[in-house]
């Protein structure tokens, strides 16, 4: 329901205030889902992810985001993921998941 109202509004906007190039480019699965090595948090997991990619398909991207430590340590060391712990699962899922967007940009 809550992506639905956000899509919805999305698209009042696009109408009703003449913002016609507004759309969505993907809806992540963001921490907390799954666990910092990238493996899926069970049966849950599994089931909000298939109920998502059969209500909007293509719109989910095919990376999530792992919860992990280092997403906070870097935001507390004012710092990217990515240099924070370059090497880390969460660092490479957000690299990957730049190329999705890279790709549909395209």
Known sequence: VGLKQFFD????VRTRL???DLRILGVLVNQGM???DGAPRGTAY???VD???RTHG???FETSIPDAVAIE???QSATSVTRWQPHSAVAEAYRHLAGEVVE???
């Open 9 to 12: 509004t999305v698209e009042l």
């Open 18 to 20: 003449a913002h016609r």
């Open 34 to 36: 799954i666990f910092s």
């Open 46 to 48: 599994r089931n909000v």
């Open 51 to 53: 109920i998502l990619r």
């Open 58 to 60: 293509s719109r989910v």
């Open 73 to 75: 340590e870097a935001y």
């Open 104 to 106: 549909r940009e395209q």
